[in-house]
């Protein structure tokens, strides 16, 4: 089924210039890139966006970093999209990502690991609608 995702390429990796890079591994795939924009996230922004995460350690520290530079926010489209950009992406931790992933091939580390994808099709819209209005996303 047609389905979309959201996607952020980290501060860390449009730091290093990799976002036409990540964009070709993405449309590769199969994905299509149906909205994007580079903005700089907000300290409440990136708060609200991994509030998930708020009891975990790492918490600060993941929120000082997706505000430390630009992200390109993006919508991706296509089949199983969710599912279909997480195996793109690769696992979290670079070490233990797949060949020819985007965290394989351009990740730092764990926490400095170049994108986000959502994790369901629930996740992907209340994601979405944090960023894009249905105008700015053009199928
Ligand atoms: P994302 O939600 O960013 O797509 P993910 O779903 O693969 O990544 P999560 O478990 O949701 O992984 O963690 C969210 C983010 O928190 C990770 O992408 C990473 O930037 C950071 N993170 C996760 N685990 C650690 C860790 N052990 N140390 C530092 N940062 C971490
Ligand atoms: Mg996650």
Redesign the pocket.
Known sequence: MTERTFSIIKPDATQRNLTGKINAVIEDAGLRIVAQKRIRMSRAQAEKF?EV?AARP?YG??VDSMTSGPVVVQVLEGEGAVAKYREV?GA?NPEQAADGTIRKLYARN??E?S???S?SQDNAKLEIAQFFTEADIVG
């Open positions: 991994y995460h790492f520290e993941l992406m979290t764990v926490g690991n994108v986000h994808g994790d």
